[in-house]
């Protein structure tokens, strides 16, 4: 009996001496050091479109402007005394170019009354005259083989109407007609080109 209360009395003790006291301690933990690459970022611009602000990039006009003043007659470079129709044009050259011809027609059921101008003067024109003007002042016909142009070329033409002066052709502007036109010059590299355009005719 002493035995088991010795035995009771001491097993606090032994349970206390069998206790690890074993310890675990953590590393220290370093801090985060901050990144040492930088973040660059590259000082060009990616480039930049533009648009071309050359001018004669633009397309060809051709319009109609007014039956008004009197400029020629249906056979000569000469008034007579009647308003004759005017279209204005605008030629976007790219390049230096000669213009050797201008052929305006008016085609109905088939059939055309046309008008022309040719800068060399010994070729004859199929038709009516064409009066030409560029900052008003009429072109006289040259030695050369065209009108020497470049950039945006502005140009006035005057046609008449026609009464039958050749024979056959007889002619009055009206509303709703359709004037086409066709514009033959000569590139400095010597290549031949033309532009051709219609617009109508509002009175």
Same mark, same amino acid.
């Not at 055309?112 to 003067?121: E, G, I, L, R």
């Given at each position: 009996m002493k035995r088991i209360l010795w035995t009771l009395l001491l097993l606090p003790f032994l349970i206390t001496a069998g206790c690890s006291t074993k310890s675990t301690t953590n590393p220290p933990t370093n801090p985060p050091q901050p990144s040492t690459q930088t973040s660059t970022q590259s000082s060009q611009l990616p480039p930049t479109k533009t648009q071309s602000t050359d001018v004669?990039?633009?397309?060809?006009?051709?319009?109609?402007?007014?039956?008004?003043?009197?400029?020629?007659?249906?056979?000569?470079?000469?008034?007579? %005394?009647? @308003?004759?129709?005017? &279209?204005?044009?605008?030629?976007?050259? #790219?390049?230096? /170019?000669k213009i050797k011809y201008m052929i305006m027609r008016y085609t109905?059921?088939?059939?055309?009354?046309?008008?022309?101008?040719?800068?060399?003067?010994?070729?004859?024109?199929? %038709?009516? @005259?064409?009066?030409? &003007?560029?900052?008003?002042?009429?072109? #006289?016909?040259? /030695?050369?083989?065209?009108?020497?142009?470049s950039g945006n070329?502005?140009?006035?033409?005057?046609?008449?109407?026609?009464?039958?002066?050749?024979?056959?052709?007889?002619?009055?502007?009206?509303?709703?007609?359709?004037?086409?036109i066709q514009i033959k010059y000569i590139t400095k590299s010597g290549a031949e080109k033309e532009f051709d355009a219609t617009t109508g005719v509002n009175m």
């Open positions: 004669t990039t633009s397309t060809m006009s051709f319009r109609w402007i007014a039956l008004k003043d009197d400029i020629l007659n249906p056979k000569a470079l000469t008034k007579d %005394g009647k @308003p004759d129709g005017h &279209f204005h044009v605008l030629l976007p050259f #790219t390049e230096t /170019t109905e059921f088939g059939a055309h009354v046309q008008w022309a101008w040719d800068y060399n003067p010994t070729v004859a024109i199929v %038709g009516s @005259p064409m009066a030409v &003007f560029v900052n008003g002042e009429m072109v #006289t016909q040259g /030695t050369d083989i065209g009108l020497p142009s070329t502005d140009l006035d033409l005057y046609v008449s109407e026609l009464n039958n002066e050749n024979g056959w052709d007889t002619f009055k502007f009206e509303n709703g007609q359709t004037i086409s």
